[in-house]
């Protein structure tokens, strides 16, 4: 009754059969092995019947419809040789009747386009009987299209509740996740402090290098989660004199973290830059780390950074194999590691949390890859970022900067 409901056709649909029949009710009716159930009504006659009203379904000519599957027409009741003994028009009063079986597209009997009068109807023309079949399968149709919409709006929906859920689940877990490691790290520096052998040390070194990765992890886990939540990673845009020195210290822990890959850096950074400094030495060290991971360790990782009155452009470069070109479209997509690549760690958000940086920053982070190197470069505009006024910051993501 619901779907029936939602065709908007239906009630001009009941009027055209009333009138190309001449009588005054009509109804769509579900019909199954144990009920009758109006689903929508056109009545001029009081008949009584309203739709979600059932009749007893041993009572309608419909039921023996439902087991024969063929349409039943007759002008006059009394006088029909077939019908005149017939219990259910001397139970409903009706002496004109048609109704014809609605089957969906699947060939499923759905149940009956009928309508009853009264009084005796012309029916002779067979064109009626060809004009509500044609009716019968235009139900049909807007049935299955009803039910598609129905599957897709529930299927968007649970779609949307799960990644709702799954996001608020990463923000609390990367967030309650600091708290343990912030407990390892100071024990580990502790104990450091105390421990005398080699052996010990190298452990306790061992254990701050994984509790650093695991820091970068959880950043970039809640950086995720607050990108999606939150409409984009947020950057608070400053006037950075200095911006050489922080892309330096990066550069300095990923090479004593990795003192076995040399890197050929070259920065030349002329002029302040308006930028979130913190945010651009986390997109630098996201692309280091990516470039140590898939890079040949028997080649350097160059680094170049360099700005002018128009632009600023970071580069980082490294050899080895060329990134497929079916996998550079989703490179930039979080969780785009394939399930079944065992080179791959983490969790593959480091370069989506890279390109969310470099949009925050109205820029653009593009890469290119060859037989002989992959080169990611992040490239931002410098004069259509305002610096904020003396004292105050600014926050951006896909909008110009505005006050905090």
Known sequence: MEAIARIGLIPTILQVVAHTTGMRFAAIARVTETKWTACAVYDLIDFGLKPGGELVLESTICNEIRQHHQPVVFSHAST??????????????????????????????????????????????????????????????????????????????DAHETAKLREQFIAVLGHDLRNP????????????????????????????????????LI???????????????????????????????????????????????????GRPVTCDAHRLAQLLANLLTNAVIHGDAGQPIQVTAQSDKEAFELAVTNGGKPIPAGKIARLFQPFSHAADDASQSGLGLGLYIAAEIAKAHHGTLQVSSNESVTRFVFRMPVQSISPPMPGAGSCARDEDPVPC
Request: proline share 5%; hydrophobic share 45%.
């Open 181 to 216: 490691l912030t407990a390892i790290r100071v024990g580990a520096g502790l104990l450091q402090m105390t421990a005398q052998d080699a052996s010990s040390q190298r452990t306790i070194g061992y254990i701050q290098q994984s509790a650093t990765r695991m820091a970068e």
């Open 80 to 157: 029909n040789p077939q019908f005149a003994q017939h219990p259910v028009p001397k139970l409903y009063g009706f002496e004109s009747y048609v109704s014809i079986p609605i089957f969906r597209l699947d060939g499923e009997f759905f149940g009956t386009l009928c309508a009853l009068d009264p009084l005796p109807a012309k029916l002779d023309d067979p064109n009626v009987v060809t004009t509500l079949q044609l009716f019968t399968k235009l139900i049909a149709a807007e049935l299955d299209v009803v039910e598609r919409l129905e599957r897709s709006t529930s299927a968007l929906l």
């Open 219 to 269: 950043k970039n886990v809640l950086d995720f989660a607050r990108g999606k939540l939150g409409g984009g990673i947020p950057a608070e845009l400053r006037q950075e004199d200095d911006l050489a020195a922080e892309l330096q210290s990066v550069i300095a822990e990923v090479q004593q973290a990795h003192a076995d890959r040399a890197m050929d850096v070259v920065i030349a950074i």
